[in-house]
């Protein structure tokens, strides 16, 4: 069990204005206090392995739920004056709001299957579900930047005495951007706000010349894919689309001492 908070970053406070009336005169408001966001949550799981520890068993339950979210929105500050009427817009917390997480994950270690053949297999599997409370609209079913599914396999192998090769498998199902706001944008434009699923795979070649002394190359996105990538911290200067690197490599060497 868990419990910590994420104190307000002076970026929102920065990048909250005031508008006075219809001439959209701003300044910066500095009247606003925010509160920071507090996040509970916990685990529970069980693991089974055999006597050679050859084979080694997961299954974990996890659960994660944030209070007091920090949003962007727009706010009228004096409703009983119509005269005086002040509009705020930035980021400011909604009491209301929530972004509640809970998934299964199940873990597979998998090594000296094939007798006199050094191969490793790490197998990751995890499902997850939530929902997100967005201000003033409505509850979304599922939390944004989130993906339903996510699967990950690591291999190890030895190919001759001295070369290994290393093998990382990383699937994700599609989810829902950070940049939505409300479940109302979502629903009037759902592909704008979807980040497509997408698979990758990142490969090292590791030759051990000496105890000490290896040379290795290591090939990023090895099929040349594009996807989105991180969707970021959700405020108004994220990219709409961030793409990460296609296919690249390097080679280096290292030395133990």
Do not use: C
Not at 66 to 81: C, E, G
Not at 139 to 162: C, G, H, M, Y
Not at 164 to 169: E, Q, R
Not at 221 to 234: K, L, S
């Amino acid at each position: 069990y868990g419990k910590a908070f994420r104190q307000p970053s002076p970026y929102y406070r920065y990048n909250t204005f005031i508008a006075q009336g219809d001439n959209f005169l701003t300044e910066q408001n500095i009247n606003i206090t925010l509160l920071p966001e507090i996040t509970n949550s916990f685990e529970v799981g069980s693991s089974w392995h055999n006597e050679t520890e050859d084979v080694r068993l997961e299954a974990t339950y996890f659960y994660s739920q944030t209070n007091n979210l920090i949003s962007f929105d727009q706010i009228v500050i004096d409703p009983d004056d119509p005269s005086n009427r002040l509009l705020g817009v930035g980021y400011f917390n909604f009491g209301e709001t929530y972004a509640k997480l809970q998934g299964l994950q199940l873990s597979a270690y998998l090594k000296n299957l094939i007798p006199g053949f050094y191969f490793q297999n790490r197998l990751h599997v995890q499902y997850a579900w939530g929902e997100e409370e967005l201000p003033g609209i409505g509850v979304l079913d599922q939390v944004r930047a989130q993906p339903a599914w996510t699967f990950q396999w690591l291999q190890e192998a030895k190919i001759s005495q001295n070369i290994y090769l290393h093998l990382h498998h990383l699937v994700h199902s599609s989810s829902i951007s950070r940049r939505a706001n409300s479940l109302l944008e979502v629903r009037q434009d759902p592909e704008q706000y979807d980040i497509p699923g997408y698979y990758n795979l990142d490969a090292v070649v590791r030759i051990r010349l000496t105890d000490n002394f290896q040379v290795y190359s290591r090939f990023n996105n090895v099929f040349n894919n594009e996807y989105f990538g991180i969707d970021a911290t959700g405020t108004s200067d994220d990219l709409i689309f961030n793409p990460q690197s296609k296919f690249w490599f390097l080679m280096g060497v290292n030395y133990q001492l």
